[in-house]
């Protein structure tokens, strides 16, 4: 029997010829070839980018879409391009141009097979990471729209870079189109970190500002807004490259080109709308973008959640995903809550808040509330927050919270920031400053650095040899007993600012 | 003798394309038949110094292809035409001869003329500053044997040469063959047998990577009467010789 | 008009014959268009730096740089392939001076016009880095040329760029991974050297994989 007598093997037979054509392109493909440096690439930015932070889902989604969107692309859009060249090098322009079907067809064919290797691609390694995150997942589940908007960008940068391989069939298209992608999509991720709103069109932004913190998506659900405006922006995109492809003579008859001329208007306009969208984005308190006109305002309501508690004198309560931090943050706050315990406005308790990047520098860290509590962003202070059992992490915390403590306390106050500098009357930074001490706080910066970011943070001490500095060492000095007596006498005048720095003891 | 050749193979990877060919060849043109397959374009590429045989012995113009030395030596007396001839579009005929007539150590003195001989005597003098985008398939293969001979090449290789060519451009190109055979040793690879029969004063058929048959038109023919299939008597010389490697 | 009209214009123009070989071999290798993708790379360098698409000093500011060194050594790269293929490779001794005289004035230009993109403002760890980073991607490239044929040789700098990105965001360094290696580290010169050095002999030894059917 030779090969063509080998009858076809049951249920491909029910493929239809476009299903063929693309079965073969499939086959054909070149992708799966690059599949092993993309997963080696991947391996390293990605997966060991993700595990360096704590299992939040959203957080850790967050930077996969990130990292994975810009690990792919270059492979995905010089891939496509060289695809998209493939008839003008090998000479079969002619050749597919003259079949029945209109040549265009063909090609999207072969673009077809692109973008599904890199969908494909793309959902694969996603979910080898879903797995890992559900494996460790304290809260939540997977944002299945950042995978959406994931997998829409690889469609959108096969079209892109197919239909410039098809155009411009040149032996630097492929390089030239991975550069022409790339440099936007970085461009547009510095400018997301500055604060720039429209720059968040580029699918690999989710936030502006840095890395999105641990406890997004836990108080709150997620805001779909911005991965609704991508969707549109790479859609629109899709379309008006794809379309672009029918326009040059020879791609297909004259009403095939006139569909294609009609639709990459359509497609930039859906582009551009999703931009202007964009614009109107405004940060939400709880860390995710807003575009109002796609807001849904049920999505502001808060998660309900019965906290964690520590049943110590002060008690404090966390979110029951950060259940595991509930020791470090207990041991981080008590040398700072025995210092003010019972005095008038110290706190009675200490709950958990979501970071509020619109506070920023602050991270809406506060004592309010009667009796009084310490509301505390302890997500915020986390620069990977998988390190909060660190020393650093445990000290920023003791810092930043116990300023914030000791000033609801004794008046005055900081300016907000990790790096805050003292307000009040020379009496108030002077008690402040020896309370602080007291706790065991940092008066010299420490930084440490997480990626591509440095965080730091300080607890500002008067300089030695000043008045300030002695009295607060001189109250520092006083036995634990006296230094209480004296605060529970001498509060209310302290925190009005009416004594001085004589008056001190 | 400008080809010298004994138990010559060639693999690629499990598929043996060469199987052990001896060969010697001295002035004359050349033929090399056989079907599809039969090894002919990677004889050609191994005397062509493009890819290294992997056994046997193989001199060309007296010197051993495989010391890099002797294949400079070799290479300044080669012209070769590609089945698949590779070219750049925005080049001209006359730049895209003249680039390989600068390639292969023509002496400058003498390129232009070597260029402009080689580029009348395949019949591409009007279309001289054409670009090649512009060349139609026969000319462009014209254009690579321009490239082939332009500098005189003592030894020439030309895969398919007259593929593409119109019937009055192959009767020139036989002519051509005639006298660049009187000095040079040519090889031509061809499936036309009646450009075997015109030009070559000797040929081999080549079946399975082996040498089926080795001697001139002449013979070849008289091993195909009453035997064979085909019209023309070297084509049935051709069938004859392949049935009887077959069985 | 035939052949014979145009002896005089084949080589009786001025221009001797070396440099005729030269500019014809230029040609085929289309080293005008690289060179004008080039002149793109520095327009662009230039443009980031005048924008503030580039601040500071830190990692994250050497992430567009790299991006566009890397372009760089891709166009240096994919104009090794050759459209010639086998009837190039079987002439006589010239055609390694080419490869390597090509490999080496692109590599320089490279350099010189992203220098000069860079001025009068100041680039992220100097033009000692630029060069640095470069010389050795653009071994990267040549290297990835001669294993994967010039019209892929892109993949080399593209998956390379990948991981220096990763080094550079994520504070590893090794010399191998150059580009996140401060200006004077003389062990990741070193590396940067090999990789040009091993990327250029290949080329000028062996040339790009052949690949004339694409």
């Avoid at chain 1, 049951?10 to 073969?24: E, H, I, N």
């Avoid at chain 1, 005055?412 to 108030?428: H, V």
Wanted: with cysteine.
């Amino acid at each position: 029997m030779t090969a063509v007598a080998v009858p076809p093997r049951a249920g491909r037979a029910r493929l239809t010829p476009p299903g063929r054509l693309l079965r073969l392109e499939l086959r054909r493909n070149p992708m799966p070839w690059t599949l092993p440096l993309l997963a080696v690439l991947y391996w390293f930015d990605t997966y060991q980018t993700i595990v360096s932070f704590p299992p939040y889902w959203l957080q850790r989604a967050m930077i996969m879409q990130t990292h994975a969107i810009t690990d792919f692309e270059p492979f995905v859009v010089g891939v496509a391009a060289w695809m998209g060249s493939r008839d003008g090098r090998r000479g079969t322009t002619d050749l597919v141009g003259v079949t029945s079907r209109p040549r265009l067809s063909a090609q999207l064919v072969t673009w077809a097979a692109t973008a599904c290797w890199a969908v494909l691609a793309y959902l694969v390694f996603a979910g080898v990471l879903f797995a890992i995150m559900a494996r460790e997942a304290v809260w939540g589940g997977p944002p299945w729209w950042l995978v959406a908007v994931g997998a829409a960008s690889m469609v959108a940068f096969s079209a892109i870079g197919f239909t410039a391989g098809a155009l411009l069939p040149n032996r630097f298209t492929p390089p030239l189109a991975v550069i022409a992608v790339a440099v936007p999509l970085l461009v547009a991720f510095r400018l997301a970190v500055q604060g720039d709103v429209v720059a968040l069109i580029a699918p690999a932004n989710d936030t502006i500002g840095h890395k999105p913190d641990a406890d997004l998506g836990i108080f709150h659900p997620f805001l779909p807004d911005l991965s609704i405006t991508q969707l549109i922006f790479l859609s629109g995109l899709t379309i008006a490259a794809l379309a672009a492809l029918g326009l040059p003579a020879g791609s297909g008859p004259w009403r095939v080109r006139r569909v294609c001329a009609a639709l990459v208007v359509p497609g930039l306009v859906a582009a551009g709308i999703a931009v202007r969208l964009t614009s109107t984005a405004r940060l939400q308190p709880q860390g995710m973008m807003a575009i109002p006109a796609l807001h849904d305002s049920a999505d502001d309501r808060p998660i309900g959640y019965t906290p964690v508690c520590d049943h110590s004198v002060v008690p404090i309560c966390l979110h029951p995903a950060f259940r595991a931090d509930l020791p470090d943050v207990v041991a981080a706050l008590a040398p700072v809550l025995n210092q003010v315990t019972g005095l008038p406005g110290a706190p009675v308790r200490v709950d958990q808040i979501t970071t509020n990047l619109r506070a920023w520098p602050s991270l809406g860290e506060e004592v309010s509330g009667s009796p009084p509590a310490l509301r505390l962003p302890l997500a915020g202070y986390g620069v990977a927050p998988r390190n909060f059992g660190s020393a650093f992490i445990a000290g920023m915390v003791r810092s930043r919270a116990g300023m914030t403590i000791v000033s609801s306390v004794v008046g005055g106050g900081y300016s907000p920031g990790p790096m805050g500098e003292p307000r009040g009357t020379p009496a108030q930074q002077a008690i402040a400053a020896a309370l602080l001490k007291l706790a065991g706080t940092s008066s010299t910066p420490q930084c440490a650095r997480s990626g591509i970011t440095t965080s730091c943070y300080v607890v500002p001490m008067p300089p030695p040899g000043t008045p300030i500095h002695t009295a607060a060492q001189r109250f520092a000095a006083l036995p634990t007993a006296t230094r209480h007596t004296w605060l529970t006498t001498h509060i209310t005048a302290l925190r009005t600012g009416r004594l001085s720095l004589n008056q001190l003891p | 003798m400008n080809i010298e050749i004994s138990g010559l193979t060639r693999r690629f990877g499990r598929a043996q394309a060469v199987a052990g060919v001896d060969l010697e060849a001295g002035p004359g043109v050349f033929g090399l038949l056989g079907p599809n397959g039969a090894g002919k374009t990677s004889l050609l590429r191994m005397m062509a110094t493009v890819i290294p045989p992997s056994s046997g012995r193989l001199r060309l113009l007296g010197r051993d292809p495989g010391s890099q030395g002797q294949r400079r030596e070799i290479r300044r007396g080669l012209g070769y035409l590609p089945q698949t001839l590779g070219y750049y579009p925005g080049f001209t005929v006359v730049e895209f001869v003249e680039y390989f007539a600068l390639l292969k150590e023509v002496p400058p003195a003498r390129v232009p003329a070597a260029v402009a001989s080689a580029v009348e005597r395949v019949g591409l003098g009007d279309r001289a500053k054409a670009k090649l985008r512009n060349l139609s398939g026969g000319m462009l293969r014209r254009a690579g044997i321009a490239q082939a001979i332009v500098n005189e090449p003592r030894l020439l290789l030309l895969d398919e040469p007259t593929a593409g060519l119109d019937p009055e451009q192959r009767v020139t190109f036989r002519t051509l063959l005639r006298d660049l055979g009187e000095q040079a040793t040519v090889v031509v690879s061809t499936h036309l047998v009646e450009d075997v029969g015109a030009a070559c004063g000797r040929v081999a058929l080549m079946e399975k990577g082996r040498i089926a048959f080795d001697g001139t038109p002449a013979e070849l023919i008289s091993r195909g009467v009453g035997h064979g299939t085909g019209d023309a008597p070297l084509e049935r010389g051709y069938s004859a010789v392949l049935q009887q490697v077959r069985s | 008009m035939t052949a014979a009209d145009l002896r005089p214009g084949v080589a009786g123009r001025s221009w001797p014959a070396g440099l005729r070989l030269v500019r014809l071999h230029l040609a085929g290798r289309q080293v005008p268009g690289a060179l004008a993708a080039l002149a793109g790379c520095a327009v662009l360098l230039r443009c980031a730096l005048h924008w503030h698409w580039i601040q500071g000093s830190g990692p994250s500011a050497q992430q567009l740089p790299l991006l566009i060194e890397s372009a760089a050594a891709m166009i240096i790269a994919v104009t090794t392939r050759s459209p010639f293929g086998e009837v190039e490779r079987a002439t006589g001794r010239w055609l390694p001076w080419l490869r390597l005289g090509t490999t080496l004035a692109l590599t320089a230009a490279a350099a010189g016009m992203l220098a000069a993109g860079t001025v009068p403002a100041h680039l992220p760890g100097g033009d000692l880095a630029l060069l640095r980073n470069v010389a050795g991607l653009v071994g990267v490239g040549l290297l990835s040329a001669a294993v994967l044929g010039g019209h892929l040789s892109w993949v080399g700098p593209v998956g390379y760029l990948g991981l220096a990105e990763v080094a550079l965001t994520s504070a590893r360094t090794t010399p191998w991974i150059w580009p996140a290696c401060p200006p004077h580290d003389h062990a990741a010169a070193l590396c940067a050297t090999l990789a040009f050095t091993a990327g250029t002999l290949a080329i000028t030894w062996r040339g790009a994989r052949d690949t004339t059917h694409e």
